[in-house]
T-cell receptor, first 116, second 110 residues
Framework: GAVVSQHPSRVICKSGTSVKIECRSL??????MFWYRQFPKQSLMLMAT?????????EQGVEKDKFLINHASLTLSTLTVTSAHPEDSSFYIC????????????FGPGTRLTVL | GNSVTQMEGPVTLSEEAFLTINCTYT??????LFWYVQYPGEGLQLLLK?????DKGSNKGFEATYRKETTSFHLEKGSVQVSDSAVYFC?????????FGQGTTLQVKP
């Protein structure tokens, strides 16, 4: 399967600051990436679908201006949490579509964001 | 809309016990079905998948069969190990997006 990395793995920030999370596809070019949010002991909630070179498609209820997604290359997508607040604290996970099988998503290890 | 329902956990088993985690789905078409596993502190890993009715996905001793008549994709393993302790997610693929079940925590005790 595809190898996906995320950076940083953990980040702690103060309320009101912005945080950028990177998602990289290490071994193939990913046209489509996904960003998920996972609350403790709960399932993954899809936040947005990111397509290289175009605007991300956000799921209902996800604030576009708060969660900025940029997919500038076929190997990198970034999620920026702007003006973070404690309620944004969560586990953010990205995935890429494709590689060996175009109907399979491969997930990054996740980024734990804590907003103080 | 499409949805996935998993049995509630946690499921606690002794080593070498038989495992079943139930998963049922609701879908308008014929989605691909997946099981993902999340080990503590890690991201999700694809465990197995099936793309059409009666397909059986298998990996690392785990199996699941795509049952269209019962809209189910139950995960089974004949003999679990302590290292299988993790959260297991059933999912279906809808137009490129994955819809996840709520996850089932498995705890295997020595």
């Amino acid at each position: 399967g595809a190898v996906v990395s995320q950076h940083p793995s953990r980040v702690i920030c103060k309320s009101g600051t912005s945080v950028k999370i990177e998602c990289r596809s290490l071994d193939f070019q990913a046209t489509t990436m996904f960003w998920y949010r996972q609350f403790p002991k709960q399932s993954l909630m899809l936040m947005a679908t990111s397509n290289e070179g175009s605007k991300a498609t956000y799921e209902q209820g996800v604030e576009k201006d708060k969660f900025l997604i940029n997919h500038a290359s076929l190997t990198l997508s970034t999620l920026t949490v702007t003006s973070a607040h404690p309620e944004d604290s969560s586990f953010y996970i990205c995935s890429v579509l494709g590689g060996e099988a175009t109907d399979t998503q491969y997930f990054g290890p996740g980024t734990r964001l804590t907003v103080l | 809309g499409n949805s996935v329902t998993q049995m509630e956990g946690p499921v606690t088993l002794s080593e070498e016990a038989f495992l079943t985690i139930n998963c049922t789905y609701t879908a308008t078409g014929y989605p691909s079905l997946f099981w993902y596993v999340q080990y503590p502190g890690e991201g999700l890993q694809l465990l197995l998948k099936a793309t059409k009715a009666d397909d059986k996905g298998s990996n690392k001793g785990f199996e699941a069969t795509y049952r269209k008549e019962t809209t189910s994709f139950h995960l089974e393993k004949g003999s679990v190990q302590v290292s299988d302790s993790a959260v297991y997610f059933c999912a279906l693929r809808e137009v490129g997006k994955l819809i996840f079940g709520q996850g089932t925590t498995l705890q295997v005790k020595p």
